[in-house]
């Protein structure tokens, strides 16, 4: 298998909650819901960076395509992580989290790996890492 990771989905309890808190809270760009009109269909997409997006789609229409019951989400299943160039960056995007809804989980302070980091949680539990390592140079 080639990586060739195009789409991160989360799964969502209350799907316009969660494209507020993204497109409002965080300022991501998306075009808004699309599919309301299929059962099931509804979901909406950012633009992360080139060739990569993150989709927001109703635990409950995941859990009907691919046959699985719907199960509670879980906090520390997997974590988003949100590199940026300095701890200044790193404060603001907590910040400006905080402000849109999310739940601090860990605020940002140096970390025992050399770097700077904090934890929030989106409306749905899903849990984002903000953080700045000194040992990378982020492409701008």
């Known amino acids: 298998m080639k ?3 195009t789409l991160i989905t989360l799964c969502v309890d209350d799907l316009d909650r969660s494209v507020e808190f993204y497109a409002e ?3 991501l760009k998306t075009e808004g819901v699309v599919g309301r009109e299929l059962e099931f269909g509804a979901v ?3 633009d992360l960076q080139p060739g990569l ?3 927001l789609w109703p635990r409950k229409s995941l859990a009907r395509d691919s046959g699985l019951h719907v199960s509670a989400p879980g906090a520390t299943e997997f974590c988003l992580d949100h590199n ?3 701890k200044t960056e790193v404060d603001a995007v ?3 989290a905080k402000a849109a809804g999310a739940v601090i989980v860990k605020p940002a302070q140096d970390t025992f790996w050399g770097g700077y980091a ?3 949680q989106d409306p749905d539990q899903h849990l984002w890492e903000v953080a700045w390592n000194p040992q990378w140079v982020l492409d701008e």
Do not use: D, E, I, N
Request: avoid cysteine; proline fraction near 5%; charged fraction near 10%.
């Open 53 to 55: 997006r993150l989709a």
């Open 25 to 27: 809270g965080l300022g």
């Open 84 to 86: 940026v160039a300095s």
């Open 44 to 46: 909406a997409f950012f």
């Open 3 to 5: 990586p060739r990771v």
């Open 94 to 96: 907590m910040a400006q």
């Open 118 to 120: 904090g934890y929030f």
